[in-house]
């Protein structure tokens, strides 16, 4: 099973860094991928046009952003690299900003990080402050080391019925449930995974995780596909690209809140 220390590139770690600004700080990222042999500078560039084109939805938490782009050839290696900046810098986030925590991280497929994709999730939700005091590579990864095995969860309070199945709701502003929930990025692969293990945490301590269906996917698709769910969640980014799917968008403003989702499954679903 791949890691998320697995796929943290040899060296790939800069605990003091500095930038100008979030371009800056992405380039800084991306360069020590490169210097790791694991992308080309192309895979660098795509990550900054992501968020020129599409706005900071990469800045999935407070202070932290996601930086990633589509597979490509300019990808030898899954990888990440990690990049914590002594003085923050602003990606233009209407919440989240400023970001002092970079992880860069290219993928060879759209299925391969998927388990080092929900660690990472679980890692920032719940030991935010042990990464922010790292000083070493050896620390960090004796840290993302220990996410591994750890089995503990964000507290999330379970409806009144945690074994009730949503398609029970029948209040006339919630929605009558198809069994499928679409968490949606600019890719499909980075972002709307956190928000999709994040979503997955909380179904599963209401009890409602075997009748829900949670699927991460890109802009595009999500277009197509929105009539297949009960509803979106997605960045606000995203959300003003997506319009009028025909089915609730809900804008998410942290991916790793277990309580803010919490919250947004509530009214949406009338509970």
């Given amino acids: ?26 380039r800084l990222a991306g360069s020590l991928l490169k210097e790791a042999g694991t992308i080309t500078a192309d895979y660098t560039e795509a990550m900054v046009r992501s968020v020129e084109e599409t706005g900071p939805y990469i800045v999935v938490a407070p202070g932290f952003a996601f930086a990633h782009a589509r597979p490509s050839e300019a990808v030898k290696e899954t990888s990440l690299s990690w990049v914590r900046l002594g003085k923050p810098v602003e990606f233009g986030h209407e919440t ?67 074994k009730a199945q949503p398609t029970k709701q029948t209040a006339t502003d919630s929605v009558s449930s198809k069994g499928k929930i679409l968490t949606v990025c600019g890719n499909g692969l980075g972002t709307s995974l956190f928000l999709k293990n994040t979503l997955e945490q909380v179904l599963d301590e209401w009890g409602w995780g ?62």
């Fill in 96 to 162: 989240n900003d400023p970001v002092d925590l970079v992880v860069a991280f290219a993928a060879r497929s759209d299925s391969e990080h998927l388990q080092a994709m929900k660690q990472l999730a679980k890692l920032l939700a719940t030991k935010r402050d042990e990464l922010d005091r790292a000083e070493s590579e050896e620390e960090l990864r004796a840290i993302l080391t220990a996410s591994t095995s750890n089995k503990k969860r964000a507290t999330s309070v379970a409806p009144t019925e945690p």
């Fill in 210 to 271: 075997p009748y829900l269906n949670v699927e991460a996917t890109d802009t595009i698709s999500a277009k197509g596909r929105a009539s297949e769910a009960d509803f979106l969640l997605t960045s606000g980014e995203i959300a003003a690209t997506l319009g009028d799917v025909g089915v609730p968008v809900y804008v998410i403003q942290d991916f790793t809140s277990m309580s803010e989702i919490d919250g947004a499954l509530r009214e949406l679903y009338d509970i």
């Fill in 1 to 26: 099973m791949a890691t998320l220390d697995s796929f943290l590139a040899p060296g790939a770690v800069e605990l003091h860094g500095t930038a100008k600004d979030w371009r800056e700080a992405i």
